[in-house]
């Protein structure tokens, strides 16, 4: 430290005290060392990375020597966040006092985190190797060391971090070898390890605070996924499963710590195989347009003007037209891939041509505007925030902090420069509306409409219009009505001219749905915005009271239908990317973001099945599907992140085999059964789970508060049931079921697999082996899945006395008949008596098929093993065809009329009516199946 320190004078003083009290803080707590740090860093001393690097080590008690094994970990966290601390200081009070430019602000960001990253990997890794040795990859032709690298996305990526912004990491290895210590791991362990231990040291927070928060969030697979991967995993990934939302992270990527030339080389060139396009990439556009729509549809949904980032015409935005150009346009030309920084990559773009000049610098303004902004929000307490304060005395000091005499001529300003930002981001990507319909007549489309229509529905249209709904609605929202009203005016006399009295059905929904978004006009935009959409709207409002029900209670979902979604059902691989793209600034803890996501990504997803299911676009079975890995995908996500908060407060359980667990090896899984196991869920199916781990019940976690395995069990079945049926004003994700666990509502939620083993061969009911055939493994740590599979194929390929299984199957349709079937057998028809069939409970329906299948498991299994391989009814019954036991006849039909009845039971809860039909043209197969069961079974 210098021997002279500084002393500020009064306004100096001022300014900090308003711009921030966390700084003014330090300066209080610590004035003295705060005085001598400035003398020697002043407001005017421009610092780099040499500068940061030596400040570390001298902060962390590092001599001369830089001899790393003279300090330990304690030393290195305290340090560096005492370091912070000052440094925050001086960044705070130089933005407030303007006195540092946005760029040489977050340059010096970025520096100081570079140098943090260095220093605690070079740290880490020394520490590693007295232990183990270096990391050795061992060819044919050489012996190699393996090397780690850190590669920083987003601002960090680019080099424009802001005051308290998290760090987004990678973690990226040469390839698979082991150490050369006396103690001898794998190198991708050390890797590990090594990638764990940064970020301990960086984001832990002690009594002296953090020094960067680390978000891991972006690698491959995202959450639940290995922590460090080697580089050809990372190539393959990128090959077969990149997305285009992924090249878009992918644009800042930057290799922080010093690598070989042997591994930047290759490394690099894979990132740019997968970003960039030699040629100009119009393929992508269809992918941005999805990715703007999903950032337009996040706006619409929170409506938070107060969030400079996430908001219209925020930092987003500008992001987003920036690196939309860059991905289209960065292979072809050089400088622009060159220049990832926001503003550098826009000024190359303007002189390239691609942005008007007076547009540019307008979103330039707004950038600096916004970023200076969003510096004055985070440095007031040290919080990771891009949102206003409601509070007026906190909004007044951001707008002195700013120069603004009062709030409004800030907001004036700030509204301003969103606007500016607002109208280049609508033009981007963008799909044309349909020419004929962009100059129709109001009045001629009313009057028409009235016409066709009749008297009832003039007067329903006549009660909205002047309705008191209407007339309360602000001037902005009167004036998105009356320009949408031509649009939804002729789509409605386009159906009614079509379909006649079924535009009486399709009426009253859609004034519902009116009625719903009219005060937040942005979703009458979207309808006036797509009149083509808006047509065909119309009659799925008309088929099913479900989807319009839907639609008026989550208008977000509005937008899924608008971009015809439907048109494609993403398959398993793709919900989960989807799923965790939507999640990737959810941050840990935060449930209620969380829960709002999943089941928002839930309805989105189902809406598009439901749409093509009603307009006929997929099979049954693909239907299903659908909403099996919809399902699937959200189990999946919250078994993973309830383990990685457990983890984060207890730390991580002892597995059976003495080893500790993981998040590639958690010991936990989720077993489904019922339509969620034999991939045949409907719009209204719960989630009957089973809960199985491989875990030391005894032994203890090895966090700071430890809990025995046992109760980290319980505790994370909890909070993954929690997640999904925790009642939201969204609603629930799923009802669950756990009834068919061992021993039902008397057994433990969660038991290990060698106790589920003992069940099932032990004390198991037969309706429970039944039960057992429609089960499937799901998801979590792939050898509780694998030992599920084995004793499920043990327990059914076991040789049953087939009498005995007969009788068990009969006594349990019987029970469950005079349960759950139809007990007023005949309904009145126009005076004739017509007698009711149950779909699904009673005789000759689905429940018959599929114990018809189940029977057929459990009898023959013991002889033809392979029937015993598939949950669903369908595959079954393949089985039995290909086995011999029936005729491919008998098959084929018992197939088509399970698949027949499903159908019908899709279709009638879109239609929301109950499963209860006349018999009368049922009647053939309900007596086909009949005869099958009495064939094979005897009366029932």
Request: with cysteine; hydrophobic share 40%.
């Amino acid at each position: 430290m210098a021997s002279l320190n500084f002393v500020p004078n009064d306004t100096q003083l001022e300014r900090l005290a308003v711009a921030s009290p966390f700084a003014m803080q330090i300066y209080q707590k610590h004035t003295h060392d705060a005085q001598a740090f400035l003398a020697q860093f002043g407001f005017g001393v421009p610092m780099f990375g040499v500068d940061f690097d030596a400040l570390i080590r001298q902060f962390v008690g590092l001599g001369a020597t830089n001899y790393l094994d003279s300090i330990n970990e304690e030393m290195v966290m305290a340090g560096l966040r005492k370091l912070r601390q000052l440094l925050m200081l001086k960044w705070i009070w130089q933005d407030a006092l303007a006195a540092i430019s946005l760029e040489h602000l977050t340059k010096e960001l970025s520096d100081f985190a570079d140098s943090c990253i260095n220093f605690a990997k070079d740290f880490v890794y020394n520490k590693l190797t007295k232990r183990y040795g270096d990391p050795i990859i061992r060819r044919k032709a050489k012996t190699l060391k393996d090397e780690l690298a850190i590669i920083a996305m987003g601002k960090l990526g680019a080099g424009e971090l802001n005051l308290s912004s998290d760090i987004d990491l990678i973690f990226v290895h040469i390839d698979n070898g082991d150490t050369d210590g006396k103690k001898c791991i794998d190198s991708h362990k050390f890797m590990r390890d090594l990638g764990r231990g940064v970020i301990k040291i960086l984001d832990e927070n002690t009594e002296h605070g953090f020094v960067f928060r680390v978000d891991m969030r972006l690698r491959p697979w995202g959450d639940g996924s290995a922590l460090v991967m080697h580089m050809a995993a990372l190539e393959k990934y990128f090959n077969q499963h990149g997305r285009t939302w992924e090249r878009f992270a992918w644009l800042k990527a930057r290799v922080v710590n010093q690598i070989s030339a042997d591994f930047a080389q290759p490394l690099r060139q894979i990132i740019k195989n997968f970003v960039h396009r030699y040629y100009i990439d119009y393929s992508a556009f269809s992918a941005l347009r999805e990715m703007k729509a999903m950032i337009v549809n996040q706006q619409m949904q929170r409506q938070d003007l107060d969030n400079v980032k996430l908001g219209m015409g925020g930092i987003r935005d500008i992001e987003f037209i920036v690196q939309a150009f860059a991905l289209i346009y960065g292979g072809h030309h050089v400088r622009i891939a060159e220049n990832p920084a926001c503003l550098d990559c826009l000024a190359v773009l303007t002189e390239l041509g691609y942005i008007d000049k007076e547009e540019s610098g307008q979103v330039e303004s707004a950038y600096r505007f916004l970023r200076r902004l969003e510096h004055a929000i985070q440095a007031r307490h040290d919080q990771q925030t891009q949102r206003l304060p409601s509070d007026d005395g906190q909004m007044q000091a951001i707008a002195q902090t700013l120069g603004f005499e009062s709030i409004a001529s800030f907001r004036s300003v700030l509204d301003a420069h969103r606007q500016n930002v607002s109208r280049p981001f609508g033009r981007m990507v963008t799909d044309r509306q349909s020419p004929k319909q962009e100059n129709l007549n109001a009045e001629q489309v009313y009057t028409a409409l009235c016409q066709t229509l009749g008297e009832q529905a003039q007067a329903q249209l006549a009660n909205f219009i002047n309705s008191r709904l209407v007339a309360s609605l602000d001037d902005v929202s009167k004036e998105r009505l009356n320009q949408a009203y031509p649009i939804i005016w002729h789509a409605l006399l386009m159906h009614a001219q079509r379909n006649g009295d079924e535009a009486m059905a399709a009426l009253p929904r859609l004034i519902g749905l009116l009625e719903a978004i009219c005060r937040r006009s942005i979703y009458l935009v979207m309808l006036t915005e797509n009149p083509d959409a808006t047509v065909r709207l119309i009659p799925m409002l008309s088929a099913s009271p479900w989807i319009a029900r839907e639609l008026a209670h989550y208008p977000v979902l509005l937008d899924t239908f608008l971009q015809k979604r439907y048109l494609h059902l993403p398959d398993k691989m793709e919900l989960t990317d989807i799923l965790r793209q939507s999640l990737l600034r959810v941050e840990p803890f935060d449930d209620e973001n969380y829960l709002s996501s999943i089941r928002l990504f839930k309805k989105t997803q189902v809406l598009a099945v439901a749409t093509a299911d009603v307009l006929g676009l997929r099979h049954i079975m693909k239907v299903s599907d659908s909403l099996t890995f919809i399902a699937e995908v959200v189990l999946e996500s919250a078994l993973y992140r309830a383990f990685d908060e457990l983890t984060q407060k207890h730390g991580f359980p002892k597995l059976n085999d003495g080893r500790r667990a993981d998040v590639d090896t958690c010991g936990f899984a989720i077993v489904g059964y019922g339509k969620l196991g034999g991939l045949e869920m409907s719009y209204a199916s719960d989630l009957d789970l089973v809960f199985l781990h491989r875990i030391d019940e005894q032994g203890e976690t090895d966090g700071e508060k430890p809990i025995s395995g046992m109760k980290f069990a319980a505790r994370l079945i909890q909070k993954l049931m929690n997640y999904l049926a925790t009642q939201t004003r969204d609603g629930r994700a799923y009802e669950i079921d756990t009834r068919l666990r061992p021993s039902g509502n008397a057994g433990v939620a969660v038991i290990s697999t060698h106790a589920f083993e003992m069940y099932q061969t032990q004390k198991a009911w037969a309706w429970e082996h039944q039960a057992l055939v429609r089960a499937r493994g799901l998801s979590g740590d792939r050898a509780v899945l694998d030992e599920f599979c084995r004793i499920r194929k043990q327990v059914l390929t076991s040789c049953r006395n087939q009498s005995q299984v007969r009788q068990d199957v009969i006594e349990m349709r019987q029970k469950m008949q005079s349960h759950l079937g139809t007990r007023n057998k005949t309904a009145n028809t126009d005076g004739d008596k017509v007698e009711q069939f149950h779909l699904k409970q009673d005789f000759g329906g689905l429940v018959d098929i599929e114990f018809l299948a189940q029977y057929m498991v459990l009898s023959h299994a013991h002889q033809y093993p392979d029937l015993a391989i598939w949950p669903d009814n369908v595959r079954i019954f393949e089985e039995v065809q290909k086995a011999g036991i029936w005729s491919a006849e008998r098959c084929q039909k018992l197939t088509q009329a399970y698949l027949d009845l499903r159908k019908k039971t899709h279709e009638l809860a879109l239609s929301e009516q109950n499963t209860i039909v006349n018999d009368g043209q049922w009647r053939q197969l309900r007596d086909f199946v009949r005869q099958v069961w009495q064939d094979e079974l005897g009366d029932n």
